[in-house]
């Protein structure tokens, strides 16, 4: 008996409660402006992903278009290192076994100096640097010369550093990959605006009274060949001093040693 009561007492109950929530749904169901606010978010929702798709998708194109791009520089990157295997300028370090340590600097080879003997007037006026591994003339080729020009190794007529006078002169062909000129500056330590400095040195020449030679530039840093401080003579590289009168003085100073450098481009 108490529990049909009960049971009965809770049926009361459930009934308007149960109607009260299905008269909720059908108020909020019923209500224009609360279903107008509800689309509208809905729309507002719509709208955002629209935008994000449409983001996503431009990203999308975007990226293709940098890796395009990343592609075509590598691409054209392998050719300018591939040219400028074939290109650059070279030129010789004259009293060094090595090249500078610069970006695109490499060593072609390295040698030793050599040249016309200091007196004699006669042989080549240019000054050379000899390999030290030479390849002879095959014993079997057929030359009859009829007389001789002479070349001479080359040694230091000054003392600087750890090189001494009488000491051999060695010398390095370098090969510059990004550049097209190189040219060597008297009278200089640095280079022109745009132009890049491979080394600084000291201008060289023959003495005065002996005959004539082509000026060098000597590096700074000297090296020496290792085999011998003989006084042999042979091709002289004396420091180059300047004498006031044709020379402008200022801006020149009279028989002071006169510096160079070399610069590329």
């Known amino acids: 008996m108490k529990f049909t009561i009960f ?3 809770l049926l009361l109950f459930q009934f308007p409660f149960e109607e009260g929530l299905n008269d909720e749904k059908r108020l909020l169901l019923s209500d224009p402006q609360l279903m107008q606010s509800e689309i509208h ?25 940098l890796k395009t791009e990343v592609a075509d520089l590598k691409q054209k990157f392998q050719l300018l290192e591939s040219s400028s295997k074939k290109s650059g300028s070279i030129y010789t370090r004259w009293g060094k ?7 695109g600097t490499e060593l072609v080879y390295d040698g030793t100096a050599g040249g016309s003997y200091y007196s004699e007037t006669g042989n080549g ?31 230091y007529q000054f003392s600087l550093g750890k090189v001494v006078i009488q000491d051999d002169v060695p010398c390095s062909v370098c090969h510059v990959k990004m550049a097209t000129s190189s040219m060597m500056i008297p009278a200089k330590r640095s280079c022109p605006t745009g132009w890049s400095k491979q080394y600084s040195g000291i201008l060289t020449a023959n003495s005065y009274g002996y005959d004539k030679s082509e000026y060098l530039c000597v590096d700074e840093d000297p090296d020496f060949v290792e085999r011998s401080r003989q006084n042999e003579e042979g ?5 180059v ?3 006031c009168g044709s020379l402008p003085c200022p801006p020149y100073k009279n028989a002071t040693v006169v510096s160079c450098v070399v610069c590329t481009m």
């Open 41 to 65: 978010a809905l729309q507002q929702e719509v709208e955002y992903f629209r935008v994000l798709a449409k983001e996503f998708q431009a990203q999308k194109q975007e990226n293709q278009a």
């Open 125 to 155: 006026a240019n000054t050379l640097c000899l390999p030290h591994d030479p390849e002879l003339l095959p014993d079997h080729l057929p030359l009859t010369p009829s007389g001789f020009s002479h070349i001479y190794g080359g040694e």
């Open 241 to 243: 001093k300047t004498v």
């Open 235 to 239: 091709k002289l590289f004396y420091t």
């Open 7 to 9: 049971t009965f007492t």
């Open 97 to 103: 076994h090595s090249c500078p340590k610069l970006n």
